[in-house]
């Protein structure tokens, strides 16, 4: 849980970024893909309708974010 929390800070910035505004139903589905342990290729794909091109940049962070919030609790 605490991790989501962090992902969903992270998410959330990157996107307002991104789009020029906050978007929540866009960060809670990326937060739906993450708990539901789907790959990152698939998420990759899904936010590139979004996020074109910065799909991949976003999702290769995103998981380093995740990797790094998970090595702390442990």
Known sequence: KAIENVAKIWIGKKIEEHLGESEDTLCD?????ISS????????SELEVVL?????IFVLQL???????S???S
């Open 52 to 56: 074109d091109s910065d799909a991949e």
């Open 63 to 69: 998981y380093q974010i995740l990797i790094t919030e």
């Open 71 to 73: 090595l702390k609790i």
């Open 29 to 33: 589905f990326i937060i739906s893909k």
């Open 37 to 44: 342990e789907k790959p990152p290729s698939e998420l990759e």
